[in-house]
């Protein structure tokens, strides 16, 4: 017989209680125990000799109270969009960092990236800040800016030294995001793009229960052709749906290949059941786009550079300039006004 997993929690009450473990009894619940976690748990009259007593009236009750301390901080804030996938190496932090010089060609537009990878900081790399530091203020933290209207926030900027690893355990992690949200003067800004770690887990349960309140456009779903990625894209899209989480499309990420030279383009990861358009379809979600593989987007990349500034010409930016569109659209947004014509 093939071994199963423990008693699942309740999905739901995971999700609307992401931070919060349940007691660690010291002995069974006793009759008439009025439940670990409700309001009278160690306060009723059943709980009197209980070994669990202490336990259960020590442990955290009711709703987060900074909660509504986020949701004044992020106020002056317009749209906030997660970007997501499931799946590592597909490209979501290169594209949460196109998308961001992207918005920000408007100068009317402020834009924020949270970098919600707390392992693997990859942003400031990308965004030729990654000598920068934190100021503090009595203000709040204030993010780094890249550019007038383009502001970034990591841990990266934290760390002693560049390459140092950060070996922590979910609450820690969870921890310094509710920082980032409750700590962080962001300000007024149109835009605020959280890039996320592969997976469904802790920083994704924690960003979704902190901006449920503030309010969330959506999240873009990135992936790349073949069916390994859409294996783990389409529980992340299974994720967004039990989450409440509004999935304003899909991007398929290195479709095909862009000689530098000739523009040729070949596939190098073969779509073998239908690619990202076949999973929009699939779950009935947009389609946003297919940005190609172009070696000078990693190029910009590393070193700290607007791939849009640098190869405006290029295939894959035509292709990311028409994502970026249809991202604003699925956000109610005149695309002109996302993207202004050159």
Same mark, same amino acid.
């Given at each position: 017989?093939?071994?199963?997993?423990?008693?699942?929690?309740?999905?739901?009450?995971?999700?609307?209680?992401?931070?919060?473990?349940?007691?660690?009894?010291?002995?069974?619940? /006793?009759?008439?125990?009025?439940?670990?976690?409700? %309001? +009278?748990?160690?306060?009723?009259? *059943?709980? $009197? #000799?209980?070994?669990?007593?202490?336990?259960?009236?020590?442990?955290?009750?009711?709703?987060?109270?900074?909660?509504?301390?986020?949701?004044?901080?992020?106020?002056?804030?317009?749209?906030?969009?997660?970007?997501?996938?499931?799946?590592?190496?597909?490209?979501?932090?290169?594209?949460?960092?196109?998308?961001?010089?992207?918005?920000?060609?408007?100068?009317?537009?402020?834009?924020?990236?949270?970098?919600?990878?707390?392992?693997? /900081?990859?942003?400031?790399?990308?965004?030729?800040? %990654? +000598?920068?530091?934190?100021?503090? *203020?009595? $203000? #709040?933290?204030?993010?780094?800016?890249?550019?007038?209207?383009?502001?970034?926030?990591?841990?990266?900027?934290?760390?002693?030294?560049?390459?140092?690893?950060?070996?922590?355990?979910?609450?820690?992690?969870?921890?310094?995001?509710?920082?980032?949200?409750?700590?962080?003067?962001?300000?007024?800004?149109?835009?605020?793009?959280?890039?996320?770690?592969?997976?469904?887990?802790?920083?994704?349960?924690?960003?979704?229960?902190?901006?449920?309140?503030?309010?969330?456009?959506?999240?873009?779903?990135?992936?790349?052709?073949?069916?390994?990625?859409?294996?783990?894209?389409?529980?992340?899209?299974?994720?967004?749906?039990?989450?409440?989480?509004?999935?304003?499309?899909?991007?398929?990420?290195?479709?095909?290949?862009?000689?530098?030279?000739?523009?040729?383009?070949?596939?190098?990861?073969?779509?073998?059941?239908?690619?990202?358009?076949?999973?929009?379809?699939?779950?009935?979600?947009?389609?946003?786009?297919?940005?190609?593989?172009?070696?000078?987007?990693?190029?910009?990349?590393?070193?700290?550079?607007?791939?849009?500034?640098?190869?405006?010409?290029?295939?894959?930016?035509?292709?990311?300039?028409?994502?970026?569109?249809?991202?604003?659209?699925?956000?109610?947004?005149?695309?002109?006004?996302?993207?202004?014509?050159?």
């Amino acid at each position: 017989m093939a071994p199963s997993l423990e008693v699942p929690e309740n999905v739901q009450d995971v999700l609307s209680n992401p931070l919060k473990a349940a007691p660690k009894l010291v002995a069974p619940e /006793p009759e008439h125990c009025p439940g670990p976690e409700s %309001e +009278a748990a160690g306060k009723a009259d *059943s709980c $009197a #000799g209980c070994p669990n007593q202490a336990i259960c009236a020590s442990a955290p009750k009711g709703p987060d109270p900074d909660i509504p301390v986020i949701t004044a901080r992020l106020s002056g804030i317009k749209h906030k969009v997660l970007i997501l996938s499931g799946k590592g190496g597909v490209g979501k932090s290169t594209f949460t960092s196109l998308l961001a010089h992207a918005f920000a060609t408007n100068q009317e537009s402020t834009v924020g990236i949270m970098d919600t990878d707390i392992c693997g /900081p990859s942003i400031p790399k990308m965004m030729g800040v %990654e +000598a920068e530091t934190i100021h503090v *203020s009595g $203000a #709040g933290w204030s993010p780094v800016w890249v550019m007038e209207n383009l502001g970034v926030m990591s841990i990266q900027f934290m760390l002693p030294n560049r390459d140092d690893a950060i070996i922590w355990r979910g609450p820690k992690k969870n921890g310094l995001i509710k920082q980032f949200l409750k700590d962080v003067e962001w300000g007024d800004m149109d835009f605020l793009l959280v890039d996320t770690p592969p997976g469904t887990s802790d920083e994704h349960l924690s960003v979704n229960s902190f901006l449920k309140e503030s309010g969330v456009d959506g999240a873009v779903v990135v992936t790349t052709p073949q069916e390994v990625a859409l294996l783990d894209v389409r529980k992340e899209i299974d994720f967004c749906k039990k989450a409440g989480i509004r999935v304003l499309g899909i991007v398929e990420n290195m479709s095909g290949f862009v000689c530098p030279k000739c523009t040729h383009e070949s596939q190098i990861f073969q779509a073998t059941t239908g690619g990202a358009r076949a999973l929009a379809k699939e779950m009935n979600i947009p389609f946003l786009g297919a940005v190609p593989l172009d070696p000078r987007i990693g190029m910009a990349s590393d070193y700290g550079e607007s791939f849009f500034d640098s190869f405006p010409d290029s295939p894959a930016c035509t292709a990311l300039k028409g994502v970026v569109c249809r991202v604003g659209e699925e956000m109610g947004l005149d695309p002109k006004s996302v993207l202004p014509e050159d």
